[in-house]
């Protein structure tokens, strides 16, 4: 999970540098492993479920492993550890 804390618009490159670079322990782009998040707001927050857009400010994800079968070419990057 990938969360994006408030800065300051001066800090922007700071930013972009965090989530391009992932070993930067940042202060703004902070990374977790986790088998399930929950987002709580005040206001609707618009996201991307499945592909298809939602407005929701109360949001549950979690983890569902092996859910999906992926057919995928061998040493495909994505599989590299």
């Known amino acids: 999970m990938v969360a994006l804390l408030s ?3 001066e800090d922007i490159l700071q930013v972009v540098d ?10 703004y782009v902070k990374r977790f492993r986790v088998l399930w998040a929950k987002w709580q707001a005040k206001i609707e927050i618009q996201t991307n479920l499945d592909g298809e857009p939602i407005k929701e400010n109360d949001i549950f994800y979690q983890v569902m492993p092996q859910a ?5 070419p061998e040493h495909f990057p994505v599989l590299i550890i």
């Open 7 to 9: 800065s300051p618009k």
């Open 18 to 27: 965090e989530l391009l670079n992932p070993e930067i322990k940042g202060d």
């Open 68 to 72: 999906i079968n992926l057919v995928l």
